[in-house]
């Protein structure tokens, strides 16, 4: 996990470096205005007909009972923020977020008529790096905002409970697969003053597919990172 948080910041901080120097390059870094933004939220997931064919819960739908809705989960994060002039912005962001789903097999019960049970776990942690333009500028006001940049989704995806194999058996499983993927970040949102913080709320959409481990026998080959992030934010500037 350590290994994989250093990562996903180096990556961050490769992709926000150009824009970070050269925005300090026409702005002094002691004019530079610098916040710590801080957010929490939902996230949803993209749905089953946006999903790629080889995703593997749209596979494991032929089979199990589960609604991909339910893997929308609550997600928190924060971000540091840089002004790159008036009316820019960089931000260097991580986050966190993970929901666990129980399904059950859509054809086949225990000799004793209970259900066959599993639970589908799904954790994300997303490194960020963006820039936002400030139409308005970034002044004690209202500030709407829109921004993209790029994300680094480190992801766990596992099956853990009973199964049934192909001699008709019934066995105990825990199946794992685990990485990162980069994919890009679009995101719009405002900021009201109130005192010397600024709430508001931002919309996130981000978009990443992982590959899955061969050797685990999933249903597919890849698990879809995909979704919409809507979150409650507040701002600090210092």
């Known amino acids: 996990m350590r290994r994989l948080i250093r990562a996903g910041f180096k990556a961050c901080a490769t992709c926000a470096a150009g824009a970070v120097i050269l925005g300090f390059v026409a702005t002094p870094v002691a004019q530079a205005q610098q916040s710590l933004n801080f957010y929490v939220g939902g996230f949803t997931p993209r749905g089953e007909t946006g999903r790629p064919i080889d995703d593997v819960l749209v596979n494991n739908l032929d089979f199990l009972v589960f609604n991909i809705r339910d893997f929308s989960s609550a997600t928190v994060g924060g971000e540091y923020l840089v002004g790159l002039g008036d009316k820019l912005e960089a931000g260097l962001g991580i986050g966190f977020q993970t929901r666990s789903v129980p399904s059950v097999y859509r054809d086949f019960v225990n000799a004793n008529g209970s259900e066959i049970e599993q639970d589908l776990k799904l954790r994300v942690i997303p490194f960020s790096a963006t820039v936002r333009f400030l139409p308005l500028g970034n002044h004690d ?73 061969s050797d685990q026998g999933f249903a597919g080959t890849k698990i879809d990172l995909g979704g919409f992030t809507y979150a409650f934010t507040v701002n600090v500037r210092f």
Request: proline share 5%.
């Open 141 to 213: 006001a209202i500030t709407p905002y829109i921004g993209a940049g790029v994300g680094v989704f480190g992801w766990r995806y596992s099956e853990t409970g009973d199964f049934f194999a192909t001699d008709r058996t019934i066995f105990r499983g825990n199946f794992v697969g685990k990485g990162s993927a980069a994919g890009p970040v679009i995101l719009g949102g405002v900021r009201v003053p109130v005192g010397s913080f600024g709430v508001g709320g931002e919309i996130r959409y981000q978009s990443a597919k992982g590959d899955l481990p």
